[in-house]
């Protein structure tokens, strides 16, 4: 009986580890290939399979190598690459290629599923104003010029043996002045690269959102040099035999998913920065393929305070991938807050985006008193927009500004500016909309849509003689700046104004208690708590700007440099050596105590 | 009272009415002092805690090891064999019953709560290396190990063996003060006992309602996080009003009702909760991780027990963890070790030293080997994402654990379950000490002086409550360990002069010859 009990304990355990077999799947490590896995886990769950992501998995060798091994069981991949993977010429033809890939793969004991329905090729674009300027509308156009420009690539490019950055220039016969490579983790940015001018051309995929975004000129691939890539699931066939459902559920995604889908989902992650798996389920849901929402992981999310006043839509994409990037796994949020350091301050959210002017508060006496936030890296750059109504064409004769709500940025640099000049009076309003207003203060980058939609209605004033007086000792975290000409519509000149840097923060944690916050009975207090040196350091380097932070504000300990300290005395406390003294003289006593003879 | 316990060597003054009232005179000083001005009174307590802390942290290190040191010479020296006790007693309590009661008065609540915590904080942020790596996580299964290992148990065996031995070998009375009176057996003896007694029980009412503030918090916190209650300062003080009357039924029935029982409970949940994610984790990560750890902390003991670090600059890591934990066990000291005394009758100094220092020991391993190890392979080999979570919200780390595993809400509102008890057992167990402190010793304390304490703590606990502030708290909770110190040391001479007559062979103290001392139990 005994024997017969362990036995079917034994048969339990065993069958238990069984049930617990789930489905792996990969992905490569850019956007478009992280949505698609968390398509296919969404289906796979719908459909009852248990999963495990790997998505971020590396790039295709890995992917596909990790697949053979049985590592994963699954991965969405391109039917070019699975050509070129296997050393065969590439197919400019879908079918044919998924075909030829099918036949290749069999004997490996891998399965190409029904193509998503999108082909996703590598492609090198230009800015159009650029493209326009050399005369270039195909890649052969480039030829001649390639010698003085400079290619944006990533490392997968690079790296790819036939249909890569060095076949492709001995294709077509040409080599670049300079390349920039990426890793391929910050694909997105090599569009930052083009649109600031430190790339002429970059390579794409032809389904990335910010083509059409940007209004980007694809060039013409006059060779066809680029094979089709067509996306499809690659499964492990044992993954089949062990998850008969998979099958049904990859099948329904057959066919789903066109390019402008896959444009559109690509931008919600590479631009709006939303999570790949909340933009997979979402457009499942939207194709009735799963139900909305359902078994969405409802992990506390990581909530960024931001000010939507300023309209700061690009800076706020970089900010939102900086703090997905350093915590990984967890949803990023924004929060709409007038004063998004008052909501850190409060532990309604760990993390601002704000401007440097926020970090200090005006007094009664005029002077700024800081206030307890640091800042963990820079975002961009916020400008003071002054925008006049009517016929208001000089900043002397704005006698009523219309300033954001107490608190905001566009308030309180409005009191700093009001501070330094006479005769200025506020309104704060919710929207900066005010009647009896003469102008309007938006510090905002340059590009906001809230200043736009503010244009529409008055111009830009310059805010000049702010070096006059001792401003720029009193107010440090206004800078002096220009608005470049032709940053808005109309814009004929360069306005001179004032700017200020923004930036990632939160709060200062003043923690000067030498006994931990830890101990076996000890409850540590969850209202407001500060970074973790690592966090503050991942966001600085997510964030990636060359920029340091402004002296004026105050950086989070973890990116201040550590400081040579000055030659210590010799004795540097005598305090401490008199309460060393007396503990040595107690354990004199106590020895005393001990060894002294009995009383009689 | 129990006069006639006393020796005829000396007269005892009587401290019913002295330590009594001099204390209840204290604590509601203090903690007046503390409900009306709390910002100044933690400060100065906490000010006074950090220079002590930082100025001679040689100091505690250097103590809590001695005290290690110290508990192996008795085990396995020549007194190991001297019995707590008649010659031919035996022990008051089973060793299961006994072992119970150790954890669910010495350690409680704080297992759980950083059973997942502490090794996530040293395998990210290891002193003096790079975190997240194999090597980090190696070093911090070592630390937390080192943190709630033998050094914890050696302070509370020591505090206990001091107590016990007068208790119950020489049959005088269970009290702070009796082996520092065994020194000072002259007319300065009455005052400086009863000066010793006043500051035991002080460290003890504050010790505990500060730790019942923090425990209070850590209900809510687990409430909250498996509930989703609103984490209000009225959910906190419907949680002490339960706990009070908890804490309460269970101290006035005595020790070997109320107290055991709890105890006894509380030790199969745990042990319930360890086997769920022993079985339920990576199984034979965790074994790994056990084995391992005993190996490379025993190994790695004697130069930890004496790890500080002068040349790196890390002196406030050191301060932070290492002697935070080290100040936190002794302040508990002078409660765990009257308690632990008190359950401790009949066994000998070997069996004593092993049960309540040896035995705990390779259970926190295996606890954290565990939490911890489990939480470390979740950051290393399934994904991560945990650490993040723990340090966003170190209150709720054990619950957003137990969802990684099978009926997590279920088992989460078990750990919280757990947890309450754990504090009932700490309250009560306090509340008894207490009781006896002030009762010169009386093993069975009254039940009035029972009502008087457990009130009075209730009082200064929802006090604290209310002020909201942890800081509080914890200047309440650990201060008395600082004064404390000091009379362990005196009670340690005192017991070590007493014990030496248990041995025959070695020459008695000089002059003593021929004297008549207070005799062995016959």
Known sequence: MKHL???????????????????????????????????????????GIAVTRRTNLGDTRINLESLRRGDIDVYPEYN??????????????????????????????????????????????????RAEELGIT?????????????????????????????????????????????????????????????????????????????????????????????????????????????????????????????????????????????????????MGLIEADAGLDVSEPVLVAHSPLIGADAETGTALRAVREAYPGRRVLLQSEPDPLAAVGTGDAPLALVAAVEFAALEDGGELSPRPFEAFGVAGQAYVHLIGRGDIRRFADVATLATGPEGSAS???????????????????????????????????????????????????????????????????????????????????????????????????????????????????????????????????????GTGLDPAIRAAPALTPLLPSPPAAVNPSSAISLMTALVLVMFGWLIWLYARPERR | MSEDLESGEHTRPSLFNAVFIISLACVAGIGGWGLLDPDTMTSTFLGFTNYMLTGISWYWLLITTG????????????????????????????????????????MGAGLLFWGV?????????????????????????????????????????????????????????????????????????????????????????????????????????????????????????????????????????????????????????????????????PSQFILETFVNSIGEYFSRLPAMAFRMFPYEDLAGWTSGWTLTYLIWWLAWGPFVGIFVARISRGRTIREFCIGVIFVPTMFS??????????????????????AELVFADVTSALFTFLNYFPMGEFLGATACLLIFIFLVTSADSGTFVLSMMTTEGNLNPPVFHKMVWGVLIAVLTAGTLLTGSIPVAKAMAITGALPFSVILLLQIVGFMRAIRSERPDRTRPREARGHVDTAPAE
Not at chain 1, 142 to 162: C, H, K, M, S, W
Not at chain 1, 429 to 437: G, I, Q, V, Y
């Open chain 1, 138 to 286: 195909s890649i052969s156009d480039l030829v001649d010029r390639a010698g003085t420009l400079t290619i944006g690539i990533e490392e997968n490019f690079q790296t790819r043996p036939l249909d890569g950055y060095g076949p492709m220039t001995a294709r077509y016969g040409m080599e670049f002045g300079s390349v920039n490579v990426l890793p391929s983790e910050e694909r997105p940015s090599l569009y930052d690269s083009l649109l600031d001018g430190s790339a002429d051309v970059i390579e794409v995929f032809t389904t990335d959102g910010q083509i059409a975004d940007l209004s980007l000129i694809l060039l013409q691939d006059d060779l066809n040099f680029f094979p089709v890539y067509e996306g499809a699931p690659l499964i492990r066939a044992d993954a089949l035999v062990r998850f008969p459902e998979l099958q049904g559920a990859l099948r329904r995604l057959a066919g789903r998913l066109d390019a402008e889908t896959m444009q559109r989902l690509n931008s919600q992650v590479d631009q709006d920065a939303l999570a790949p798996r909340e933009v997979a389920r979402a457009a499942l849901a939207e």
């Open chain 1, 80 to 129: 070019g690459t699975g050509l070129v993977m296997l050393g065969q010429p590439a197919m400019s033809d879908g079918d044919a290629a998924m075909d030829r890939v099918r036949s290749l793969y069999q004997p490996l004991g891998l399965v190409w599923g029904d193509r998503f329905g999108f082909a996703n090729n590598y492609g090198l674009a230009m800015r159009a104003g």
């Open chain 2, 365 to 386: 391993i295996l606890w954290f080997a565990a939490f911890g190890g489990t939480a470390i392979y979740i950051e290393l080999f399934a994904g991560g994402g945990l």
């Open chain 2, 117 to 281: 915590a502490e090794p996530i904080y040293h395998f990210e942020g290891p002193p003096g290396m790079e975190g997240g790596t194999p090597r980090a996580a190696r070093e911090a299964m070592v630390i937390t190990n080192l943190h709630w290992g033998l050094h914890a148990w050696a302070i509370y065996g020591v505090c206990a063996l001091v107590i016990a031995y007068f208790t119950f070998r020489r049959k005088q009375t269970s009290e702070i003060s009796t082996p520092i009176m065994s020194v000072f057996n002259g007319p300065e003896g009455k005052p400086i006992g009863t000066l010793a007694n006043v500051l035991g029980v002080l460290a003890v009412v504050f010790g505990l309602a500060g730790s019942l503030t923090m425990g209070t918090l850590q209900v809510r916190g687990g409430l909250s996080a498996v509930f989703g209650f609103d984490a209000t300062t009225t959910l906190s003080l419907i949680i002490m009003g339960v706990l009070f009357v908890c804490y309460m039924l269970s101290a006035t029935t005595g020790v070997d009702k109320g107290i055991k029982i709890l105890s006894n409970l509380n030790m199969i949940i745990a042990i319930a909760l360890l086997i769920v994610v022993i079985v339920f984790g």
């Open chain 1, 5 to 47: 009990l362990a036995l079917l304990c034994l048969v339990g355990l065993v069958s238990c580890d069984e049930a617990q077999d789930s489905l792996k799947i990969g992905g490569k490590d850019f956007s478009e290939s992280t949505i698609l896995s968390e398509m296919i886990a969404a289906l796979a769950e719908d459909a």
């Open chain 1, 411 to 545: 308030h309180r640099a409005a009191q700093i500016i009001a501070a330094a000049v006479d005769d200025l009076s506020l309104v704060s309003t919710e929207d900066l909309s005010s009647a009896d207003a003469d102008a309007a203060l938006v510090l905002a980058p340059i590009g906001s849509s809230v200043v736009q939609g503010l244009l529409e209605g008055g111009r830009l004033l310059p805010v000049d003689g702010w070096d006059s007086g001792n401003n720029l000792v009193r107010f440090p975290q206004l800078r002096q700046a220009r608005i470049p000409a032709g940053s808005y519509a109309g814009q004929i000149f360069a306005v001179e104004t004032l700017s200020s840097q923004l930036v990632l923060a939160g709060p200062v944690v003043v923690d000067t208690d030498a006994v931990g916050p830890q101990g076996p009975g000890a409850s540590i207090p969850t209202e407001v708590s500060a970074l973790s040196d690592g966090t503050v350091i991942a966001l600085n380097n997510a964030l990636g700007q």
């Open chain 2, 67 to 106: 005290f290690l040191i110290l508990s192996g010479y008795l085990a396995f020296g020549p007194y190991g064999s001297v019995r707590l006790g008649a010659d031919d007693e035996r022990p008051e309590f089973s060793t299961a019953s006994w072992i119970a009661m150790l954890f669910a008065g010495g």
